[in-house]
């Protein structure tokens, strides 16, 4: 279970992200209310603000379109947005695991 990330009094950025329910594929909420597969197309909240992202994820959770959204902590780097927490990083890269070569 993903520990609940404190976003009251939190002066980091935050954005939401789930796993879409067709393909399991880690997304991140945008900012039309959609889900798209690169943190950098996610909308960044502060504090509270998050609490709407959240909503936003529990809305869609209803619709069947993503499971288990939840706020992720991130710092903006020259280079981009990083998430703070590795769980996050590896799941912003893909799965940890490679696919078995065809011989």
Avoid at 10 to 21: K, M, T, W
Avoid at 42 to 49: H, M, T
Avoid at 55 to 79: C, H, I, K, N, S
């Amino acid at each position: 279970m993903q520990a609940k990330v404190k976003a009251k009094g939190s002066a980091q950025p935050l954005v939401v992200s789930a796993n879409r329910l067709r393909d399991g594929r880690v997304v991140w909420l945008a900012a039309d209310g959609g889900w798209v597969e690169h943190l950098h197309g996610a909308v960044v909240y502060l504090g509270e603000e998050v609490d709407a992202g959240l909503a936003a994820g529990e809305a869609d959770e209803q619709r069947q379109l993503v499971v288990g959204a939840y706020a992720v902590e991130v710092v903006e780097t020259p280079g981009g947005m990083v998430p703070l927490r590795m769980r996050e990083r590896v799941r912003v890269d893909g799965p940890s695991v490679l696919p078995v070569a065809a011989e």
